[in-house]
Every structure is written in structure tokens, then in C-alpha cells.
T-cell receptor, first 113, second 112 residues
Framework: GAGVSQSPSNKVTEKGKDVELRCDPI?????LYWYRQRLGQGLEFLIY????????KSGLPSDRFSAERTGESVSTLTIQRTQQEDSAVYLC???????????FGSGTRLTVV | KQEVTQIPAALSVPEGENLVLNCSFT??????LQWFRQDPGKGLTSLLL?????REQTSGRLNASLDKSSGRSTLYIAASQPGDSATYLC???????????FGAGTRLFVKA
């Protein structure tokens, strides 16, 4: 596609429910990243995928968070048993490979009530 | 561990003024440095990407410089306009873990 697409754009969920966020990277981009941005704060790295290599999960804040990516296509970020502290904008970015610049999606705004 | 700092945290200028945003990083072993713009409630838009072998990049009224040895980059905005009001983020791509580390951003407000 022309850009990085994220869905849904907004998600309101009840505490304790599971949510799944989706990211469609730019076609041909082998690197994909997930970041979290809490209100008024900077970007917090979550996870990085590069081609078929094992992902770098070092930024995932707890075992409630997981992400998958099939090959060089769509990625899903799953948050289980959501907590109010999970409320944030979740941003996905892709890159041609790990040394090129990023293109970001518009993000998913998650609100846990 | 790479750390990226942006100064100032916020800046308010009158329309038409030229301005400089600063970014510093602690580890000079980088692949590239990228400047982004973020509008309230929106994602990030890439402005300029400087590879580690480059000294500067220009796009329209924007000019970004990179001094790897001193761990500094500047974003120069000429003839600022109210539409330039946004948060500007600096991001450094490490050679070590291939992660990109973001600064906290500079919130710019250009008054008409």
C-alpha cells in the first residue's frame, strides 16, 4: 500500500478484556516496529520485526503483551486482560530494512475504561 | 545505552522567525538520525533523514544537520508559519540493536 495502515483507529474496551491491534506495513518493507505513546509522553519501544528473524521483544512491558507478524506482511499486537494503564496510542512503523528511515501509521488510540 | 535529549521542551515564536531545534545523543555509533513532526492526536510524519555519513539534509524551509562526533543534530526552520506548530521529534537509529531511540520532542507554537 501507499502508507502504513493501522486499525482500528480508535478502540474503547473494558478493563480485563483482550484487544487486538493491526498494522499493515508498506509493501516490501521488511522491518516493522510497534511503539506506545501515553498522553503527553514520548514514544516507548515495544517490539521489532525484521524479515523472518526472531523479533526483538525487549520493550514489551509485561507478558500480557504479544505480537505476531507473518513473513513481511501484517502484524498484530495483542494485549490480554487490559488495564487502565494500557490506555495510549499504539503506533506502528515500517522501514525498507533496519537501516532506513521509518514511515509511521496514524496509530490506534486505545482507551481502557 | 543510547539516550536522546531534545532542547527546548517547548518553544513559542512569532510568525516569520527563523528557529533552531536541538537534539543530542550519547552514543555516536548510529546508522542515521530522523526528524519527525507530530500533530496533536496524529501519527508521526517524517521530515528529514540523515544517514551517518551525511552532514545535512534540506527540504523546503527545513534544514537538518548532523555532527556525529559531538552527538548533536539541529533542525533549522526558516520563516516559521502558524502551520509549523506541532511537536518535533528527533530519532536515532543505533548500529547496535537496530532500534530507534526517540527524544521526548520539542513542542513548537508559532503565533500569527
Amino acid at each position: 500500500g501507499a502508507g502504513v495502515s493501522q486499525s482500528p483507529s480508535n478502540k474503547v474496551t473494558e478493563k480485563g478484556k483482550d484487544v487486538e491491534l493491526r498494522c499493515d506495513p508498506i509493501s516490501g518493507h521488511t522491518a516493522l516496529y510497534w511503539y506506545r505513546q501515553r498522553l503527553g509522553q514520548g514514544l516507548e519501544f515495544l517490539i521489532y520485526f525484521q524479515g523472518n528473524s526472531a523479533p526483538d521483544k525487549s520493550g514489551l512491558p509485561s507478558d500480557r503483551f504479544s505480537a505476531e507478524r507473518t513473513g513481511e506482511s501484517v502484524s498484530t499486537l495483542t494485549i490480554q486482560r487490559t488495564q487502565q494503564e494500557d490506555s495510549a496510542v499504539y503506533l506502528c512503523a515500517s522501514s525498507l530494512n533496519s537501516i532506513y528511515g521509518y514511515t509511521f501509521g496514524s496509530g490506534t488510540r486505545l482507551t481502557v475504561v | 545505552k543510547q539516550e536522546v535529549t531534545q532542547i527546548p521542551a517547548a518553544l513559542s515564536v512569532p510568525e516569520g522567525e527563523n528557529l533552531v531545534l536541538n537534539c543530542s545523543f550519547t552514543d555516536s555509533a548510529i546508522y542515521n538520525l530522523q526528524w519527525f513532526r507530530q500533530d496533536p492526536g496524529k501519527g508521526l510524519t517524517s521530515l528529514l533523514l540523515i544517514q551517518s555519513s551525511q552532514r545535512e539534509q534540506t527540504s523546503g524551509r527545513l534544514n537538518a544537520s548532523l555532527d556525529k562526533s559531538s552527538g548533536r543534530s539541529t533542525l533549522y526552520i526558516a520563516a516559521s508559519q502558524p502551520g509549523d506548530s506541532a511537536t518535533y521529534l528527533c530519532a536515532v537509529r543505533d548500529t547496535g540493536g537496530f532500534k530507534t531511540i526517540f527524544g521526548a520532542g520539542t513542542r513548537l507554537f508559532v503565533k500569527a
